[in-house]
């Protein structure tokens, strides 16, 4: 749908401008580059995980003069780079290209001789599925799809996503030894804890084994696991020593791009100290309630909100954050607001939208087309919604992730 001009035009745009200034100061290009200057490495390989993978590449290739460059990235940001070899993988749920870029970073590593550039980004986790042995790339997906229905934060899905894999929680350091790694993170983890930024190769893991079972359990999950699975985490955990020594450095985070957006905004910008995380129905009332007791200017917020799937709709969590707040808004009588959610990455989902913008017309123009706010919720299908009042956000893939940014400006 097409939106005829209205009075909230000039601050749709600059709520997305805005936006766009926190999506531009997660730039990976700069951050590598800026990391490696200078800097001189022995026989290096690269190996470069995740949505920002390729950039993340293509800028240490102009530092770093390493003869193998293995690249694992998402299907639309897998674009050809002279030099190195390109994998493409499913995500956010695991499939056998992903497999198969696995098995071939395990041979590469193996192979090591000097020193290993690892440049680590979001996403990671899904793209490079190495499941341990006795589990299935189907059973490991299974369980992926699980975690991500039931609501779980991105620290618990780490978790148990480490305890299933080769690579993860420390892994590809093990597989490099004695090879050094040196790593650059660039973090989709709101806690910028490195454990969880694509579910931590080259760190320490989050926690046991007997742990991720716990949580599963109490997920209400362990019952639905394939059996594979269960019987892998109801088995002792062997000890597997220290993990090699490695050099981890953030490069890029959540906290350096909401700083941006607040510099954007210019004098005035009320920064969200707290991370905006869990249930995406609380987050929704905590953004209207800080317009309803703040009155009028501009709000920032970022993090990574949760969302329990009901319904066989499709959406996002950004896209349901901003229809949740169109409708608490208007059970508010808020009438001169924007408000902006949208994922850095560019995609929201498993949807060409990277969030939603919406504003005091936003449910009128559902309305309009004889869709009702209400059920379009309970489908979880805010992206069909959004896209029927001309409210989806849509930037393309951006070759970044530092999880999400949102924008509240109230007049």
Same mark, same amino acid.
């Given at each position: ?127 490079? !599925? $190495?499941? =341990?042995?006795?589990?299935? @790339?189907? /059973? ?8 991500? *229905? +039931? #609501? ?25 030894? !004695? $090879?050094? =790694?040196?790593?650059?993170? @660039?973090? /989709? ?8 930024? *694509? +579910? #931590? ?211």
């Amino acid at each position: 749908m097409l939106r005829t001009s209205s009075p909230f035009e000039a601050m749709r745009a600059q709520a997305r401008q805005i936006f766009l200034e926190g999506v531009e100061a997660a730039d990976p290009a700069h951050a590598v580059e800026a990391a490696l200057k200078g800097r001189e490495f022995t026989d290096p390989l690269i190996i470069a995980v995740g949505k920002a993978a390729r950039t993340m590449a293509e800028a240490a290739m102009k530092h770093v003069p390493a003869e193998t460059v293995i690249v694992v990235t998402n299907y639309e940001n897998a674009k050809p780079l002279e030099g190195a070899e390109v994998r493409a993988a499913g995500h956010p749920v695991p499939d056998a290209e992903g497999a198969r870029a696995a098995l071939r970073v395990e041979e590469v590593l193996s192979h090591a001789k000097g020193d290993v550039i690892a440049l680590i980004s979001g996403g990671g986790s899904a793209l490079l !599925p $190495a499941p =341990v042995v006795g589990v299935s @790339l189907e /059973d490991k997906a299974e369980v992926n799809r699980l975690l991500l *229905a +039931s #609501g779980a934060d991105i620290v618990t899905m780490n978790l148990v996503r480490q305890q299933l894999s080769r690579l993860k929680g420390g892994g590809l350091l093990r597989a490099a030894a !004695p $090879a050094k =790694v040196t790593a650059l993170l @660039l973090s /989709d983890v709101v806690s910028d804890d490195l454990r969880a930024i *694509a +579910s #931590g190769p080259t760190v320490s893991p989050i926690g046991t084994r007997e742990e991720a079972a716990k949580v599963l359990q109490d997920l209400g999950l362990w019952e639905k696991l394939p059996h594979s699975v269960s019987a892998y985490l109801a088995r002792p955990q062997a000890d597997l020593g220290a993990l090699p020594e490695s050099e981890v450095e953030l490069i890029g985070s959540n906290k350096i791009s909401v700083a941006a957006m607040a510099h954007a905004a210019g004098p005035g910008a009320q920064v969200d100290k707290t991370p905006l995380e869990g249930d995406v129905a609380e987050a929704a009332q905590l953004i209207v309630e800080r317009a309803l007791t703040g009155g009028a200017g501009t709000y920032l917020f970022g993090g990574e909100t949760t969302v329990k799937l009901v319904g066989d709709g499709m959406g996002g969590r950004n896209q349901e954050l901003a229809l949740r707040v169109a409708m608490l808004a208007e059970e508010a009588g808020l009438t001169e607001f924007v408000f902006l959610s949208g994922g850095t990455d560019g995609r929201d989902g498993p949807t060409d939208a990277a969030g939603g913008l919406v504003d005091p017309g936003t449910l009128d123009r559902m309305r309009a087309v004889g869709l009702d706010p209400n059920e379009v919720l309970k489908r979880n299908d805010s992206y069909h919604g959004l896209q029927a009042a001309g409210d989806l956000l849509q930037i393309g893939a951006t070759g970044t992730n530092v999880a999400d940014l949102q924008v509240l400006i109230r007049r």
